[in-house]
């Protein structure tokens, strides 16, 4: 199981940018799966945005066109860039991981982004 720490969450006004970054540390063999989740104030989690290896990408319905994913194989990173933001994104913003031969996901600390009205 790996560690991941993710850094970019803030306090941003409604139509603005954010970029979040998500770094794996550990002993890794292949990075399956890659992405980010959050969960709103009284809110269940809910996938975000996500990228397989293979570069197959999904997305929640909301975030589309708006959010994109990305990852990095060679520096076992992962990154949201968030545009057009929405007070409906607020929430805690967490980086997932799945390792191919892991028997459980990773799951990043979270970090807190704001949108205000």
């Known amino acids: 199981q790996v560690q991941l720490v993710e850094s970019g969450g803030g306090l941003v006004q409604a139509g603005g940018s954010l970029r979040l970054s998500c770094a794996a540390s550990g002993i890794i063999f292949s990075m399956d799966v890659m992405g980010w989740y959050r969960q709103a104030p009284g809110k269940q989690r809910e996938l975000v945005g996500t990228?397989?290896?293979?570069?197959?990408?999904k997305y929640e319905d909301s975030v589309k066109g708006r959010f994109t994913v990305s990852r990095d194989n060679a520096r076992n990173t992962v990154t949201l860039q968030m545009n057009s933001l929405k007070p409906e994104d607020t929430g805690v913003y967490y980086c997932y991981a799945r390792d191919v031969r892991a028997t459980l996901p990773s799951w990043g600390q979270g970090t807190q982004v704001t949108v205000s009205s």
């Open positions: 990228v397989t290896r293979g570069e197959s990408i």
